[in-house]
């Protein structure tokens, strides 16, 4: 379906925040650092109150509203997907550990909406270009190993 003018506005007010410098500073800080497998981990990495929490919350927080506003059709869906890939880069990196999370805070709500677009994302990406989400996966797990290698040196 056709995007309303409406969530046409709103789709652009949501990318213009996306400008901002520290959120943008806090987008290029957890794709280099936020791997994660455990919450312990991600407490290690991020720690709730130093910069690099600030940073991996802001960033998660973002994309799980962006997402909520998707879930209530305030924004477009396909707009959305066709526009708005970083989101799924973000639930590839936590959706390993938003399970434990939801356990240790118990809340089973944490990043639901970032889930529940994700997985309609993969069923969609999949319509329009089979294997490109593998394809993707496969690049992103090299880019680690990468990182690894470098950060071992």
Sequence with gaps: MKPTFEQAQLHLQVYELRREARLRQARDWFFKNYHVETTDDAMR???????NGAFA???MGYWEQACALVDYGLLNEDLFFETS????GVWEQVKNVVP????RFGDK???SHLESVSKRFEHWKEQRAPGSLAA??????Q????TAKSAAA
Excluded: L
């Design 45 to 51: 990495i991020a720690a709730p109150g130093s910069d």
């Design 57 to 59: 919350g802001m960033v």
């Design 85 to 88: 890939g970083e989101f799924y």
């Design 143 to 146: 880019m680690m190993q990468q």
């Design 109 to 111: 709500e944490i990043f």
């Design 136 to 141: 993707m996966r496969k690049m992103r797990q």
């Design 100 to 103: 434990q999370f939801r356990e």
